[in-house]
């Protein structure tokens, strides 16, 4: 269905090494997936103070982004990745694409946040990666895995509440992987 620009959530879950990363591991092997474009994150374990992580490593692996990578690099690759699929709101978008991954601003986009209250930065910075994903999902289908879902922060957990609502008019799939007894 992905293939065909309709979306959807599967929900896989299992105990502890039941195989459900092997799993996705065979699934990712199926032919349909060289049209398709598989990004992956993970909660951790003691990630539940550290807001946004597995979206943050998702857009870090999307842009191309190492752990090794400088500062002025990363922002480069954050800014090129965001121009290779709205080139005309690099602008409008990188700050609050930073912002969300935690990145430090330069002055000019910390000047532009500092009169913002929280609750309009964090609207703004899901309206920026919706805008994102949404047009990135027209290029090429999209399927977003989320390891440990059960490990993730409150603030991750409603992001994708909210990105989830994307699936129903996108080609996008989001794919969870827990442990039983999580909600």
Not at 29 to 39: A, D, G, M, S, T
Not at 45 to 62: D, E, V
Not at 136 to 150: G, W
Request: charged share 25%.
């Amino acid at each position: 269905s992905l293939t065909k620009g309709k979306g959807g959530i599967l929900n896989i879950v299992g105990k502890p090494g039941t195989g459900k990363s092997r799993l996705i591991a065979e699934i990712k092997k199926e032919r349909i997936f060289k049209q398709l474009v598989w990004y992956e994150g993970r909660a951790l374990s003691h990630g539940h103070n550290l807001s946004y992580h597995p979206i943050a490593g998702i857009i870090k692996s999307w842009a191309g982004i190492h752990e090794q990578d400088k500062t002025s690099t990363v922002e480069d690759k954050l800014k090129k990745a965001i121009e290779n699929i709205l080139p005309e709101a690099v602008d409008n978008l990188f700050p609050f694409i930073a912002r969300f991954m935690g990145l430090a601003l330069s002055q000019k986009a910390s000047e532009r946040m500092s009169n913002i209250s929280p609750d309009t930065l964090d609207k703004m910075m899901l309206k920026a990666l919706r805008e994102l994903l949404i047009e990135a999902s027209t290029i090429n289908p999209y399927v977003i895995a989320i390891e440990d879902l059960h490990w993730a922060d409150n603030s991750s957990l409603q992001l994708l509440k909210s990105l989830f609502t994307l699936s129903y008019n996108h080609p996008i799939r989001f794919v969870n992987i827990m442990r039983p007894g999580y909600e």
